[in-house]
T-cell receptor, first 114, second 114 residues
Framework: AQSVTQPDIHITVSEGASLELRCNYS??????LFWYVQSPGQGLQLLLK??????LVQGIKGFEAEFKRSQSSFNLRKPSVHWSDAAEYFC????????????FGTGTRLKVLA | DTGVSQNPRHKITKRGQNVTFRCDPI?????LYWYRQTLGQGPEFLTY????????KSRLLSDRFSAERPKGSFSTLEIQRTEQGDSAMYLC????????????FGPGTRLLVL
């Protein structure tokens, strides 16, 4: 069955520090992978996506993610975190056929210390 | 491109009442999705429309839930005889015909059932 695991429920980093949010997926083929960010009370904003090709993808707001097939992972990274990055981050797998619906992880809440 | 809009943004109702939410997708987006997000969880797929046809419904969508997209544009999600367990954020997303892999989300409707 398709699934997404985000093992870290909460992460706290200091402003200016680097960040890595983990995502592991289970999918029968090469998945479509996404990272979304959600600020309190808001909808989801797409940060970046991976479909094929270069396994290191760049997104908005200085984020990047690396697809590692051997580890079934798609971790999100940022070299220097800003206070405005505090939010909840969701990793998702998109189905290849049929409805193309998404399966989301449970999210990682990021807190940034000044 | 004005984005996906949802109304109302917040709804408080008493148990047993009926509620209806509206989603207006991005213009010319033919696919529309509804998701439900409870506290501390990622969004979960509820249902999917391609144009006016409802092509898939999740097991999460009990008989008290009904969704429509009568003219292939906006969509409504109705919950009859609401229960406290229906309290959640209801998210709508849409995709374009040529970029069906990427879903654009609205701000959501937060429902509180007392």
């Amino acid at each position: 069955a398709q699934s997404v695991t985000q093992p870290d429920i909460h992460i706290t980093v200091s402003e200016g520090a680097s960040l890595e949010l983990r995502c592991n997926y289970s999918y029968g083929a090469t998945p479509y992978l996404f990272w979304y960010v959600q600020s309190p009370g808001q909808g989801l904003q797409l940060l970046l996506k991976y479909f094929s090709g270069d396994t290191l993808v760049q997104g908005i707001k200085g984020f990047e993610a690396e697809f590692k097939r051997s580890q079934s992972s798609f971790n999100l990274r940022k070299p220097s975190v800003h206070w405005s990055d505090a939010a909840e981050y969701f990793c998702a797998v998109g189905a290849h056929s049929g409805t193309y619906k998404y399966i989301f992880g449970t999210g990682t809440r990021l807190k940034v210390l000044a | 491109d004005t984005g996906v809009s949802q109304n109302p943004r917040h709804k408080i109702t008493k148990r047993g009442q009926n509620v209806t939410f509206r989603c207006d997708p991005i213009s010319e987006h033919n696919r529309l999705y509804w998701y439900r997000q409870t506290l501390g969880q990622g969004p979960e797929f509820l249902t999917y429309f391609q144009n006016e046809a409802q092509l898939e419904k999740s097991r999460l969508l009990s008989d008290r839930f009904s969704a429509e997209r009568p003219k292939g544009s906006f969509s409504t999600l109705e919950i009859q005889r609401t229960e406290q367990g229906d309290s959640a954020m209801y998210l709508c997303a849409s995709t374009s015909p040529d970029k069906w892999e990427t879903q654009y989300f609205g701000p959501g409707t937060r429902l509180l059932v007392l």
